[in-house]
């Protein structure tokens, strides 16, 4: 563009569900300097489901993304399906393709009479970055078993077989199973299902919001212990590394916090809750991961869980120069935030 030359108008492309961005959830600090803000929606309930910390909008409409996923594993369990612990925990899981999570999706198939070609879900490589290179090492390329999703597509066509469900288009959304998903999520939420996309696994996925995800999990958490929802929060208690992986915040969150259930979702969605209803879930609006172990571990604060002595370290989030820390991703809610 030559100097003085009019600049070109490109107009704005049609938004059809704007967001609301909410309020800081995360403040990133650099040096003496504030540098950058997450904002977004987070929802907090007491142990009798009355509103501990709301900020943002935790009523907007919003796709839950993995995080609902121990609520669409419920299905399976309520139809029927003979599922071991480890199996409900891959089921729920986004898991980082290590060899012991791949030997569990290979079990739930086997049990059911199927192979890996029957996964729908997006052939992608193993989240982990060692068990990725060992795969591509070994000579593989990227495949459903390996994409994070398979433990839950896995379950999800054992759930077809047990029930006399075509396997071969068990992701439309008309399938008997996903209705049967819509129609769970829908009462463990206390939320209508609005909106139905597709998940980036290729599941269809409906739509909720931060509280009622909140409240989704507390009532898993909450469950006797032997019915399907108890069953479910059982097993990720039981198998916090199936759920997630070595090294994750998920995995590590469960392991240290006594009783807690937790997933973690695309798009900066996170859910959680303890054994007596306190619950949790938010939304950063920008869809980023970064802030999501800080403003865990500050929600758990606000419930009355507060960092042990020795410390959570899957709770720091170190912000970098030149390799090293220089700052850190600090809550804008609770003791070590502003409040809201």
């Known amino acids: 563009m030559n100097p003085g030359q009019p600049h070109t108008v490109v107009p704005a492309p049609s938004v059809p569900h704007p967001i609301n961005p909410g309020a800081p959830l995360a403040w990133v600090v650099r040096g003496d300097l504030t540098e950058s803000v997450h904002t977004g929606h987070l929802s907090i309930l007491h142990a009798d489901g009355s509103t501990g910390l709301s900020v943002g909008a935790p009523a907007q409409t919003m796709f839950p993304r993995s995080s609902v996923k121990p609520v669409q594993a419920l299905v399976a369990l309520r139809?029927?399906?003979?599922?071991?612990?480890?199996?409900?925990?891959?089921?729920?899981a986004s898991h980082s393709g290590e060899a012991a999570h791949l030997e569990v999706v290979r079990a739930i198939l086997a049990r059911a009479g199927l192979s890996e070609a029957d996964l729908g879900n997006t052939p992608d490589p193993p989240l982990s970055a060692?068990?990725?290179?060992?795969?591509?090492d070994a000579g593989h390329e990227p495949s459903s078993l390996t994409q994070n999703c398979s433990g839950k597509h896995a379950v999800m066509l054992a759930t077809c077989?047990?029930?006399g469900w075509p396997t071969d288009t068990y992701l439309?959304?008309?399938?008997?199973?996903?209705?049967?998903?819509?129609?769970?999520?829908?009462?463990?939420?206390?939320?209508?299902?609005?909106?139905?996309?597709?998940?980036?696994?290729?599941?269809?996925?409906?739509s909720t919001t931060t509280e009622g995800l909140a409240r989704a999990?507390?009532?898993?958490?909450?469950?006797?212990?032997?019915?399907?929802?108890?069953r479910v929060a059982a097993a990720m208690r039981a198998h916090p590394h199936l759920v997630g992986g070595q090294g994750r915040d998920l995995t590590e969150a469960m392991r240290q916090v006594p009783g807690l259930i937790a997933k973690d979702?695309?798009?900066?969605?996170?859910?959680?809750?303890?054994?007596?209803?306190?619950?949790?879930?938010?939304?950063?609006?920008?869809g980023g991961s970064r802030p999501r172990p800080a403003v865990l571990?500050?929600?758990?604060?606000?419930?009355?869980?507060?960092?042990?002595?020795?410390?959570?370290s899957w709770a720091q989030v170190a912000v970098l120069g030149h390799g090293r820390p220089v700052g850190q991703v600090v809550p804008a809610f609770g003791s070590t935030g502003g409040g809201n």
């Open 297 to 312: 571990a500050a929600a758990l604060g606000v419930l009355g869980e507060h960092t042990p002595a020795e410390g959570w």
């Open 217 to 230: 999990f507390a009532t898993l958490a909450t469950a006797p212990p032997e019915s399907p929802e108890g």
């Open 161 to 163: 077989v047990h029930n």
């Open 79 to 92: 139809t029927g399906v003979v599922l071991e612990p480890e199996q409900i925990a891959l089921a729920c």
């Open 265 to 286: 979702g695309a798009e900066g969605v996170y859910a959680a809750a303890l054994p007596d209803g306190r619950a949790l879930a938010f939304k950063i609006a920008d």
């Open 172 to 206: 439309d959304p008309a399938h008997p199973l996903q209705q049967a998903v819509v129609a769970t999520i829908a009462e463990l939420t206390g939320v209508v299902v609005g909106h139905l996309a597709v998940d980036g696994c290729g599941a269809p996925l409906p």
């Open 130 to 136: 060692q068990a990725a290179r060992a795969w591509r």
